[in-house]
């Protein structure tokens, strides 16, 4: 009988104690403005609309973002093994200011700051457009890994097109999506297939010429097209290069759809690289669904005080 007692009563302390995790979560979810994922009604009222549609795209493309955190230092991507990314950081957050050594590193949503134009249009590339060249970094570590023995761990092989790659399993999924496609338009025109001999996809490495990490680090990027001149602004003096305008745009849109950017539609062009960046595509799509159209390159301009190009002002666009 007292055998009996203890196990209730022990049945009972468990019991209490996990009432108890779950009220003080509930009310830490409460008080740090957590919004779990899906609930966009329940955004901070001054989010602005190209925030909430970034976010929307994030969550969409990354089902490891679970929710969205808003505190003094700014707006955070929550995981849902409980990391932290800065989305975007108040003007006065000196710390993650200072964690900046690169103008290509920033925090999410300046790495969504300019829209990405898909296929077929071809806009021109104007000193300081570049859209997803900025990247967070932080990102990228919380989703494929921060050292090279992480992203190594997670890497997947796919044989495709003729050649031997290496991707993380997310990248290698639309690689092998946007292939098929390719392989279909190759029965039209087979001129394509010697655009598609690879360079290489991961490679821990920096980028050239500068000071962070190259994203084929994390095994989302890859080369192709070599062989018929593409190359990167460091190496070529053309600006802008032919190649911007002629590249075969089967090739490209068949990766787009897939998720992956393509670095030919850059200022400082990389016509070899592909990268998947499933939130810029995402985020691209509504925007064109929204009969959106780009804005001619000569009416922006960049801003001398940050390095930043900027959009003026459209009736409509990204309106509060």
Same mark, same amino acid.
């Given at each position: 009988m007292?055998?009996h007692?203890? =196990?209730k009563?022990? /049945? +009972? /302390?468990?019991?209490?104690?996990?009432?108890?995790?779950i009220?003080l979560?509930r009310s /830490?979810?409460?008080?740090?403005?957590?919004?779990?994922?899906?609930?966009?009604e329940?955004l901070?009222?001054?989010? &602005? !609309?190209?925030?909430?549609?970034n976010?929307?795209?994030? *969550?969409?493309?990354?089902?490891?973002?679970?929710?969205v955190q808003?505190?003094?230092?700014?707006?955070? #991507?929550?995981f849902?093994n409980?990391?932290?990314?800065l989305?975007s950081?108040?003007?006065?957050?000196?710390?993650?200011? &200072?964690?900046?050594t690169?103008?290509?590193s920033?925090d =999410?949503?300046? !790495?969504?700051e300019?829209?990405?134009v898909?296929?077929?249009e071809?806009?021109?590339?104007?000193?300081?457009y570049?859209p997803?060249?900025?990247r967070?970094?932080?990102?990228?570590?919380?989703?494929?890994?921060?050292?090279?023995a992480q992203?190594q761990?997670n890497?997947?092989? =796919?044989r495709?097109l003729?050649g031997?790659? %290496?991707?993380?399993?997310q990248a290698?999924?639309a690689?092998?999506?946007?292939?098929?496609?390719?392989?279909?338009?190759l029965?039209?025109?087979?001129? #394509?297939k010697?655009?598609?001999?690879?360079? +290489? %996809?991961?490679c821990?490495?920096?980028?050239?010429g500068?000071?962070v990490?190259s994203v084929?680090?994390?095994?989302?990027?890859f080369?192709i097209?070599?062989?018929?001149?593409?190359?990167?602004?460091r190496?070529?003096?053309?600006?802008?290069?032919? /190649?911007?305008k002629t590249?075969?745009?089967?090739?490209?849109? %068949?990766?787009?759809?897939?998720?992956?950017?393509?670095?030919?539609?850059w200022?400082?062009?990389?016509? *070899?690289?592909f990268?998947?960046?499933?939130?810029?595509i995402c985020?691209?799509?509504?925007l064109?669904?929204?009969?959106?159209?780009p804005l001619?390159m000569?009416?922006?301009?960049?801003?001398?005080a940050?390095g930043?190009y900027v959009?003026p002002?459209r009736?409509g666009?990204? !309106?509060?």
């Amino acid at each position: 009988m007292k055998k009996h007692l203890k =196990v209730k009563a022990f /049945l +009972g /302390l468990i019991l209490i104690f996990s009432l108890v995790n779950i009220l003080l979560a509930r009310s /830490l979810l409460a008080q740090d403005n957590i919004i779990a994922n899906g609930l966009t009604e329940n955004l901070p009222a001054n989010l &602005s !609309s190209e925030d909430k549609l970034n976010l929307s795209c994030l *969550m969409e493309s990354y089902p490891d973002i679970w929710g969205v955190q808003e505190d003094i230092q700014g707006i955070w #991507l929550i995981f849902k093994n409980g990391e932290r990314v800065l989305y975007s950081q108040n003007s006065n957050n000196i710390y993650e200011n &200072s964690l900046n050594t690169s103008p290509l590193s920033v925090d =999410v949503k300046r !790495s969504m700051e300019q829209p990405y134009v898909l296929e077929p249009e071809r806009p021109e590339t104007p000193e300081g457009y570049a859209p997803g060249r900025k990247r967070s970094y932080a990102l990228f570590s919380a989703l494929y890994g921060k050292t090279k023995a992480q992203v190594q761990a997670n890497l997947r092989p =796919v044989r495709i097109l003729g050649g031997h790659w %290496s991707f993380v399993p997310q990248a290698a999924e639309a690689f092998k999506e946007a292939s098929l496609a390719i392989m279909t338009k190759l029965a039209q025109d087979r001129s #394509l297939k010697s655009w598609l001999k690879g360079n +290489g %996809s991961f490679c821990w490495r920096k980028i050239a010429g500068e000071s962070v990490l190259s994203v084929h680090s994390f095994g989302i990027a890859f080369d192709i097209g070599v062989g018929h001149g593409a190359t990167y602004w460091r190496w070529c003096k053309k600006r802008p290069h032919p /190649l911007q305008k002629t590249y075969p745009s089967a090739i490209v849109a %068949s990766f787009e759809e897939a998720g992956f950017i393509w670095g030919g539609k850059w200022h400082e062009y990389d016509l *070899m690289h592909f990268e998947y960046r499933p939130e810029l595509i995402c985020k691209a799509k509504r925007l064109r669904r929204q009969s959106y159209e780009p804005l001619p390159m000569n009416q922006g301009q960049e801003s001398k005080a940050s390095g930043r190009y900027v959009w003026p002002k459209r009736q409509g666009f990204f !309106s509060d």
